[in-house]
């Protein structure tokens, strides 16, 4: 089994800041890519930021410059620091992560949302 727990939503007046964690934990052999996904009500889940293993990131063209995704692979835990947010950054945020439990077996698991509002 694996469990992608997240952590850090909340309500922030515009401007404001908010850091994310997501940490893996269960039967895990590697880690590939941890990525941030959310999602706005009425809209389809869009890909915010994404991590490879060898700490390459991409970002949607939205939040570059005010987002800023890192992962501390020791502990199977993946961060997005969200600053300067605008009330359109609102949204449930998912944590996702493409797993290997084996050497020959992957598979992308997801966390269980956590809520970001950005409003005044």
């Known amino acids: 089994q694996v469990q992608l727990v997240e952590s850090g939503g909340g309500l922030v007046q515009p401007g404001g800041s908010l850091r994310l964690s997501c940490a893996a934990s269960g039967r895990i052999f590697s880690i590939n890519d941890m990525g941030w996904y959310r999602q706005a009500p009425g809209k389809e889940r869009e890909l915010v930021a994404v991590t490879t293993s060898d700490g390459s990131t991409n970002y949607a063209d939205s939040v570059k410059g005010r987002f800023t995704t890192t992962r501390d692979n020791a502990k199977n835990t993946v961060y997005l620091q969200m600053n300067s947010l605008k009330p359109e950054d609102t949204a449930v945020y998912y944590c996702?992560?493409?797993?290997?439990?084996?050497?020959?077996?992957?598979?992308?698991?997801w966390g269980q949302g956590t809520q970001v509002t950005v409003s005044s």
């Open positions: 996702n992560a493409r797993i290997r439990i084996t050497t020959w077996y992957q598979n992308d698991y």
